[in-house]
């Protein structure tokens, strides 16, 4: 066991480094109309650190017109639903404004089913008296359900008109890449923050140096800060894993590049977890690039997306649109890791690797698919992303892909949600079942949807009438509906992973027959 210069989890984790993006934030919400803000970075990049220390200085040095701050860890007992949100909201912004405005916070804290009106009237109330931050942390936890809906969003949006109100959230990606609902991204609430987010990256050269230099007080042979630079890239949580190695017992000679080295070494099974965390916060894909990245230390032509996700964790660097200098500890951890370059057997040879690497082959047969619709292709990734770890989440995400599907097929087929009354003349004259004729009055929901689109696809006894949907389709979303089915209603049956993975692969190749359908129908190649 160390003796740590430097804490790097739990409530003794202090900020270090950090102050352009503690400026930056403080600018954006000093203005005279204050900016709402997205504050993004990876996994262990310090986030809540920053926030805390933003916290304090906004309550204690007295240097803002904010009076009061709630910083909300979304991450923890996550609402549910639009009314579990408000309800927390109204309890905690209670707590955060006790001290200064009593009379307000028991107001709220009395609040039991109009949590977003009582907050609205707390709120202009103060409009004159002071402001409010509040710092939505983890935010990322509230919007990978699909069960907050654009009413909530656009309820908070009308809260931030107050200007006694400045919101901050901070997230794993931007607010656009994490919005689930379809219907919730067409919410104005995304559009009161400043489009270009807050990163929270690596720790860069200056403040590498200035940590070495003010804060271990020890003195660096020539070479022997390069070798911290190229150990770590700069991570927070593996850099400062390494300082507390480095400086553990030391003996006040300079550090050397082998004593840097020795450090790297002995810190690696402290780190070893937080690297696997990052790593597989990676798609499959981006993963694959960096094997390869490792095995050839440079590599260009890297898209902007992977590029960005890869520097972030500070796995590599980016010089002229290249990724170069691959983290030392990565290769170190890439090397524990089996060989997955190779045979099929490796990769499959259990349950438990079929399990791991599964994804890798969905990942695969998503990036040959092109053009695929927005909403779809997120819904895919989406789910994806749950996989291996939560399979049941990803079960819930199907109904959401089931209902864009059956959207994008209505409005194919029939412009809209109503069946041409000629389609019911001739389903009658060629003896189809007489129930199709209720879909004269009332267009089908749920289940019955699958009846209308057999009757245009398959019909028993007459010739198809769809105009673009196949018969593939059709087979594909009928053998699909009933997993979404499941995945709404799971009760205390658990449906094995091995059973989700192929509910993936089915949805993705609904997809891509439907896609070809339209592709088809507009006569496309």
């Not at 949580?237 to 003996?251: I, M, S």
């Not at 694959?288 to 440079?298: F, H, M, T, W």
């Not at 749920?446 to 196949?470: D, F, H, I, Q």
């Amino acid at each position: 066991m160390i003796n740590r210069k430097f804490p790097i989890t739990g409530n003794e984790s202090k900020l270090i480094g950090r102050l352009n993006i503690l400026d930056e934030i403080l600018t954006a919400i000093n203005k005279p109309v204050p900016d709402h803000i997205q504050v993004v970075g990876p996994r262990y990049s310090g986030k809540t650190v920053i926030l805390e220390r933003l916290k304090e200085i906004v309550t204690s040095e007295g240097t803002t017109e904010y009076s009061c701050v709630l910083l909300w860890d979304l991450g923890h007992s996550t609402p549910k639903n639009d009314s579990e949100f408000l309800s927390q909201f109204a309890a905690n912004l209670s707590d955060a404004i006790k001290g200064k405005y009593p009379y307000y916070s028991e107001y709220l804290k009395e609040s039991v089913d109009t949590f977003q009106q009582d907050i609205s009237e707390v709120l202009k109330e103060l409009n004159d008296k002071t402001k409010i931050l509040v710092i939505f942390d983890g935010f990322d936890k509230a919007l990978s359900s699909d069960k907050l809906t654009r009413n909530l969003w656009d309820q908070l949006r009308e809260l931030a008109q107050n200007k006694s109100l400045t919101l901050i959230t901070a997230s794993r990606k931007t607010l656009r890449e994490l919005i689930r609902n379809p219907d919730a991204q067409t919410s104005d609430f995304w559009n009161i923050f400043l489009s270009t987010p807050l990163r929270v990256e690596c720790f860069d050269e200056s403040e590498i140096s200035d940590i070495l230099t003010n804060h271990c007080e020890v003195e660096f042979e020539k070479g022997a800060l390069t070798e911290v630079c190229n150990a770590t890239n700069g991570t927070p949580v593996v850099l400062l894993e390494v300082l507390n190695y480095l400086l553990h017992g030391h003996n006040g000679n300079k550090i050397t590049n082998a004593l840097v080295q020795e450090a790297v070494v002995g810190s690696f099974e402290s780190t070893q977890n937080y690297l696997d965390d990052l790593w597989h916060d990676c798609s499959p894909a981006t993963q694959d690039i960096l094997r390869l990245l490792v095995e050839q230390n440079e590599l260009q032509g890297i898209c902007l997306n992977d590029r960005i996700s890869i520097v972030e964790k500070g796995f590599a660097k980016s010089s002229g649109g290249k990724l170069v200098r691959p983290n030392r500890l990565l290769q170190m951890y890439l090397e524990g890791l089996p060989n997955e370059k190779g045979a099929i057997d490796r990769l499959f040879y259990s349950e438990e690797a079929f399990s791991q690497n599964f994804n890798s082959v969905i990942s695969k047969r998503l990036a040959q698919i092109s053009n695929i619709d927005a909403d779809l292709m997120r819904y895919l990734q989406t789910n994806l992303e749950h996989l291996p770890n939560h399979p049941s989440v990803c079960l819930e995400g199907m109904r959401g892909l089931l209902n864009k599907c059956f959207d994008i097929i209505w409005a194919a087929e029939f412009n809209g949600k109503v069946v041409p009354d000629g389609h019911f003349d001739f389903w009658k004259h060629h003896g189809e079942h007489v129930s199709l004729q209720e879909f004269k009055t009332s267009f089908p929901q749920g289940a019955k949807r699958l009846k209308l689109l057999r009757a245009l696809t398959t019909p028993e006894c007459s010739n198809p009438l769809a105009k673009v949907v196949s018969k593939s389709t059709y087979v594909a979303i009928n053998a699909l509906y009933p997993f979404g089915d499941f995945g709404q209603h799971q009760e205390d049956e658990n449906m094995s992973l091995q059973m989700v993975y192929s509910s993936m692969l089915l949805a993705v190749e609904l997809v891509v027959s439907l896609q070809n359908d339209l592709v088809v129908s507009k006569g496309g190649v």
